[in-house]
């Protein structure tokens, strides 16, 4: 499964803004190699795709 591609093709609204800002942590977490903070920020993404 490609997260950015299920992101982009999810309708307009709050669970699309929070996938994608939680993504944004997701890679900004994995360049300060913090990578606890990296799966918890997925985790919410992927929760925020299944809304």
Request: hydrophobic letters at 45%; charged letters at 35%; a negative charge.
């Amino acid at each position: 499964m490609n997260n950015i591609a299920d992101i982009q093709a999810m309708e307009d609204g709050e669970a699309k803004t929070t996938a994608t800002k939680e993504m944004d942590m997701v890679e900004a977490m994995m360049a300060k190699k913090d990578m606890e903070a990296c799966i918890t920020h997925m985790h919410k993404a992927m929760e925020a795709i299944e809304k």
